[in-house]
Every structure is written in C-alpha cells, then in structure tokens.
C-alpha cells in the first residue's frame, strides 16, 4: 500500500521486488454528518484511531502540555481508539492537563464526519505506518493535517500536511501552533489537502490491482 511497505517486505523479508507493485489505497465517501453527544465546550484538535506505543500518543500529549495558551484554545479530542487506561489518564495528569482538555470518543462513519469537518487540525504524529488514511480522509473534507514525516506518511500527504519530527514534542507544538493561529496557512492547507485528497479513489485502486491480475493470467 506504499513504497515504504514495499522497502520493508524487501528489506525484512527479502521479498524479490519483481514481485511487489505498490498500489495506493482509496478513500471512502462521507454522506451523511451527525453531531455526537459529547458536549464541545471550545474549538478542538483531532486525534484518530489506536493510541498504541508505534502510534505516538504520548508525544502530542507532552507537546500539548508545553503550552497553557493551547490548553486554554483548544481541546483534544480522540476518535476510537478505546477509553483512556487508566496509566493514559495518569500520563495526561503527570503533564499537568486536566483530564477535562483531552476526550475520548467511540464513534461511527457519520459521527467521525462531524468532527473532521469541525475540527481545527487533525494531529497524526505516527512513529511508523504503512499509509496513513485518517489523513487523507481528513483532507477530503477540508480539514488541515499536521503530520509526522514518517517516510509512508509523506507518501500519503506530500507537501499538503505540515510535518513534524515525531520525536520531537517542540517541533510537534510548533507546527500545531503555526498552523491553527495562522488563518493563511490553514487556508493554504486546506485547499491543498482538497486537492491531493483527489488522488486517492477506490476506483482507481480497483483499476490498478485488475491490471495486476490480468498481467498474471
């Protein structure tokens, strides 16, 4: 599903490469938005997905914990993922953030909807991945990413993201920063999330992974 995954099959399982095509995955479509029941009391930033170790989690807390001026502007909110643990919850409160400023939330397609298209940024700060849709998913509908620059993810975003070092919570909050209290560059993002959000279609997948086959035959 990317060059990236192709170099690890390669590199880990010394798969000939001859034997690997690189076929870029689709986005689904949004149709339908419906308002989850969790009370929004301010502008917030999105997190989507797993929190586990890879995923990163702990980085954008500790980068969100750097800046009282954040806190106050925004809440966190997680899509999925599971309730917070309870040594999550004492990670958010040994960064000294009321466990109030950051919410988890199960939700479903259309819920998920809403909170794209609400949110201030969606936050992606990944170790590794094999692509990354939440981001371009994200894009679709018109809501800026704020990314790691993990090799995979850049393939998914190109230079329609801000990057970040994922190692780095500094960085992490500087990009969040430069982007939400920046009217200019979240329009910027915006409008090239849109359009590069166009290069990922099931139909074209579809297309793709049929020539495969019919090379086989």
Request: hydrophobic letters at 35%.
């Amino acid at each position: 599903i990317s060059n990236k995954t192709k170099e690890d099959l390669i590199d880990i399982y010394k798969i000939d490469e001859k034997k690997i095509d690189v076929i870029y995955l689709g986005i689904q479509k949004f149709y339908k938005m419906n308002e989850p029941a969790i009370k929004l009391n301010k502008p917030f930033l999105l997190y989507v997905g797993s929190r586990s170790k890879y995923k990163n989690f702990n980085n954008l807390i500790k980068a969100f914990s750097l800046s009282i001026k954040l806190q106050n502007d925004f809440d966190i909110i997680c899509c999925g993922g599971g309730k917070f643990s309870e040594l999550e919850k004492k990670n958010i409160l040994n960064h000294k953030i009321h466990l109030s400023k950051i919410k988890q939330i199960d939700v479903n397609d259309d819920q998920l909807h809403y909170f794209y298209k609400n949110a201030a940024a969606l936050i992606y700060p990944s170790l590794y991945e094999g692509f990354g849709l939440p981001t371009i998913e994200a894009m679709s509908l018109g809501c800026p990413v704020i990314s790691s620059n993990h090799s995979a993810i850049i393939e998914a975003v190109g230079d329609a993201a801000k990057q970040f070092n994922p190692n780095k919570s500094e960085e992490i909050l500087s990009c969040i920063e430069d982007t939400v209290y920046s009217t200019e560059n979240t329009k910027n993002y915006i409008k090239k999330g849109i359009a590069r959000s166009k290069l990922f279609t099931w139909k074209k997948c579809s297309e793709e992974t049929m020539n495969i086959y019919k090379k086989l035959l």
